[in-house]
């Protein structure tokens, strides 16, 4: 569990190490520096707060994001076709 006011704020002290590229433009952590460079963490939710979780096993999870306007849910499971998930 991570407890901090602003997550993204602590991230962006060690802005080096992150890829992002995907975030919205009118952020104020958007950077095109290291977009698409290898090695480099990406936020796989652009920018939007993650609100639920679940991991089962490696590359097989699901989560929620939600900006209060727009709500979504990706689901992964590596093996699986998508209809199936």
């Known amino acids: 569990m991570i407890e901090t006011e602003d997550i993204y ?21 958007f950077s095109s520096t290291n977009k698409e460079v290898i090695g480099k963490f990406k936020d796989e939710a652009a920018g939007m707060p993650i609100v639920e979780f679940v991991g089962l096993r ?28």
Do not use: C, Q
């Not at 704020?9 to 952590?29: I, Y």
């Not at 490696?58 to 590596?78: F, G």
């Open 58 to 85: 490696s590359k097989m999870y699901s989560y929620v994001k939600d900006n209060n306007k727009d709500r979504k849910e990706v689901k992964t499971a590596k093996g699986f076709r998508k209809y199936v998930i």
């Open 9 to 29: 704020g602590e991230l962006w002290e060690d802005k080096n190490l992150f890829d992002n590229g995907d975030n919205p433009k009118d952020s104020p952590f």
